[in-house]
């Protein structure tokens, strides 16, 4: 129930096209959906996040969609760059607890 | 202002030794976490701490240990290290009442165990 299932793993786009990366959890008491991006030697970086009362949040490219009744949420990146190469990591929390990370998914943005 | 620094970068040590790492929050924040992430097991939340007192914890063995001074300041300690403890550690601060919600994460400390 504490889990948080992200898909794919890994993620090849052509640049200028949508990346789609999608997650799923069990537990409805989470309360925060926030996702992470990830350079190589560097630690994760907040991208955007969202509260279950939303159904999207939209930050420049990124985009949230988020499907309370599938216990689903995913992150758009639209126009994708090589710069966007990187790995990304959904995650939940609730009552401002302890954090569950998705397994990650690497993007590679063809130039 | 600063990012989260945290000190040594890199680390290697033979098993059953213990080692301790070391985490600066950004100046003002006042909760720091830490958290664990390796290849298999993806990122892992270990414990988080506010004004010295530790506040939340992950599922991990009493090996793991931490404390945080009060300036903010916080260690992590790893006593009788095993082989599985090789992972890049993280600590991430927010500002008071942030808790997990606005975090910044440092860089990590790359702990290989041999």
């Known amino acids: 129930q504490q889990q948080v299932k992200q898909s794919p793993q890994s993620l090849i786009v052509q640049k200028g096209g949508i990346s789609i990366i999608n997650c799923a959890y069990e537990n409805t008491a989470f309360d925060y959906f926030p996702w992470y991006q990830q350079f190589p030697g560097k630690g994760p970086a907040l991208l955007i996040a969202?509260?279950?009362?939303?159904s999207e949040k939209k930050e420049g490219r990124f985009t949230i969609s988020f499907n309370k009744s599938a216990k689903q949420f995913s992150l758009h990146i639209m126009d994708s760059q090589p710069g966007d190469s990187a790995t990304y990591f959904c995650?939940?929390?609730?009552?401002?607890?302890?954090?569950?990370f998705g397994k990650g998914t690497r993007l590679h943005i063809l130039p | 202002k600063a990012g989260v620094t945290q000190t040594p970068r890199y680390l290697i040590k033979t098993r059953g030794q213990q080692v301790t790492l070391s985490c600066s929050p950004i100046?003002?924040?006042?909760?720091v976490s830490w958290y664990q992430q390796t290849p298999g097991q993806g990122l892992q939340f270990l414990f988080e701490y506010f004004s010295e007192t530790q506040r939340n914890k992950g599922n991990f063995p009493g090996r793991f240990s931490g404390r945080q001074f009060s300036n903010s300041r916080s260690e992590m300690n790893v006593s009788t290290l095993e082989l599985g403890d090789s992972a890049l550690y993280l600590c991430?601060?927010?500002?008071?009442?942030?808790?997990?919600?606005?975090?910044?994460f440092g860089p990590g400390t790359r702990l290989t165990v041999t």
């Open positions: 995650a939940a929390s609730f009552r401002d607890d302890k954090i569950i």
């Open positions: 991430a601060s927010s500002l008071e009442g942030g808790g997990i919600y606005e975090q910044y």
């Open positions: 969202i509260r279950p009362d939303v």
């Open positions: 100046s003002g924040h006042r909760s």
